[in-house]
């Protein structure tokens, strides 16, 4: 029902901005919360931005709130993470995953892309 593929990684420097893009290809009549997730190398994947199916509910890790907005256009079948004010700590794997329900903790996300990278220069 739910196959997600990200998009929109890739190298910048520090204090400049990506979009994500996280497309379910699937068409389905299911609703999700989604959420994004992020893995820098050695370290455990993190909680990064969670919305809810109607985009009425959000939440964002503390390291992210104030640069980071996720929204989701449920027409293109698309959730988005605009990232602003990079800094080299937010380098990671990027991917974005569905929950039945709103959580934090990626144990609770059935469904997961492959995920994109971001880097950012200092």
């Known amino acids: 029902q739910v196959q997600l593929v990200e998009s929109g990684g890739g190298l910048v420097q520090t204090g400049g901005s990506l979009r994500l893009s996280c497309a379910n290809a699937?068409?389905?009549?299911?609703?999700?919360?989604t959420g994004w997730f992020r893995q820098a190398p050695g370290k455990e994947r993190e909680f990064v931005a969670r919305?809810?199916?109607?985009?009425?509910?959000?939440a964002y890790a503390d390291s992210v709130k104030g640069r980071f907005t996720i929204s989701r256009d449920n027409a293109k079948n698309t959730v988005y993470l605009q990232m602003n004010s990079l800094q080299p700590e937010d380098t990671a794997r990027y991917y974005c995953?569905?929950?039945?329900?709103?959580?934090?903790?990626?144990?609770?996300?059935?469904?997961w892309g492959q995920g994109t990278q971001v880097t950012v220069s200092s």
């Open positions: 995953a569905a929950a039945p329900f709103h959580s934090d903790d990626a144990g609770r996300y059935n469904y």
């Open positions: 919305i809810s199916w109607s985009g009425a509910t959000t």
């Open positions: 699937r068409r389905t009549s299911s609703t999700y919360v």
